[in-house]
């Protein structure tokens, strides 16, 4: 019993950890395709995926709505050697963030 409550008390933890990042919906992979042609769901899904996994190890999440499309231009070639990732993963992430940017909370 007292397992479960330590399992289930992480696992509320962690939601809670990562609930200022905003859920990716249809529309939004719907509105990167416009500007990446072919750009699906799963890519969007894989970005944050990436994104979760690698950018908040130094500093904590710089959210997408943080910075806009110029800025992440710039930012994610070298985000992206510091945190090692693949040039597939860089995209990917790079994708992710500039979809997502102009979401507002
Ligand atoms: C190996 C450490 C490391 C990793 C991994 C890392 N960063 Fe950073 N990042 C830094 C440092 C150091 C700074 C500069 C200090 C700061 O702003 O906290 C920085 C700054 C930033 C900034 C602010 C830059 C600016 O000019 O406004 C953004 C945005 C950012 N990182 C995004 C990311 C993203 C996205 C990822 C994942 C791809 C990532 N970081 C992974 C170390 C890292």
Redesign the pocket.
């Known amino acids: 019993m007292k397992k479960h409550l330590a399992v289930a008390s992480i696992l509320f933890l962690s939601a809670c950890a990562s609930a200022k990042l905003i859920a990716p919906g249809q529309a939004d992979a719907d509105r990167g395709a416009q500007k990446f042609p072919g750009y699906t769901m799963n890519d969007l899904n894989e970005g944050k995926g990436i ?1 979760e996994a ?2 908040n ?3 904590k999440y ?1 959210a997408p709505q943080t ?1 806009d499309e110029a ?1 992440w231009d710039k ?2 070639p070298v ?2 050697r ?2 090692k ?1 693949d040039t597939a993963q860089e995209a990917l ?1 790079l994708k992710y ?1 500039v979809t997502m940017s102009t979401v507002k909370q």
């Open positions: 994104y690698h950018c190890k130094c500093h710089k910075r800025k930012v994610i985000m992206a510091k945190a990732l992430v963030v």
